[in-house]
């Protein structure tokens, strides 16, 4: 029973992340000769510094510093579930990781605000008259509305679900 609760706790996507970081692992420590689980903290070290130094066609790093934490969270996962040390508790492999951060610090990417101007003019346009257009129009019109009331993130209002009330009436 608190199999199944363990389970709940991690999200379907990040598991299935997860078990695809470690099979990166797993190939990379078997093209090496090294043994994946238990995994040496040194190495895993040297898995994430050579992953940093790659770089893809246009010259430009091929992993970001988060793509390289998380699969260290995936590793760690994998020999916390089998009962071993995370080698990520490891203040070598921790060191590693804020040494590849710190030679990657640029100035963070923002995305530009949707400003009150911008959405006068995306409702302007919307088709919100003609059948059958109207209705996509419409629930476009009020995801936005909502979105932009509620200073909502893409996947926020993505995740939203209609739902019917179980509380009881009011008055009585």
Same mark, same amino acid.
């Given at each position: 029973m608190a199999a199944g609760f363990r389970s709940a706790a991690v999200p379907a996507s990040t598991r299935t992340a997860y078990a695809g970081d470690w099979a990166k692992f797993s190939a990379w420590c078997s093209q090496e000769d090294h043994t994946a689980l238990p995994a040496d903290p040194g190495l895993v070290g040297e898995y994430l510094?050579?992953?940093?130094?790659?770089?893809?066609e246009s010259g430009g790093f091929a992993y970001a510093p988060a793509t390289l934490a998380r699969w260290l969270a995936g590793i760690n996962a994998v020999h916390r579930a089998a009962g071993h040390t995370p080698p990520g508790a490891d203040p070598g492999v921790a060191a590693v990781?804020? %040494?590849i951060r710190a030679t990657r610090k640029g100035p963070p990417r923002r995305a530009k605000p949707f400003r009150?101007?911008?959405l006068t003019t995306v409702l302007a346009v919307i088709e919100t008259r003609a059948w059958p257009a109207a209705v996509i129009g419409r629930r476009d019109?009020?995801?936005l509305l909502l979105g932009f009331a509620g200073a909502l993130r893409r996947?926020?209002?993505a995740a939203l679900q209609l739902g019917m009330s179980r509380s009881p009436p009011? %008055?009585?």
């Open positions: 510094a050579q992953a940093a130094a790659l770089t893809d990781l804020r %040494g009150l101007e911008h019109a009020a995801l996947s926020e209002l009011m %008055g009585n």
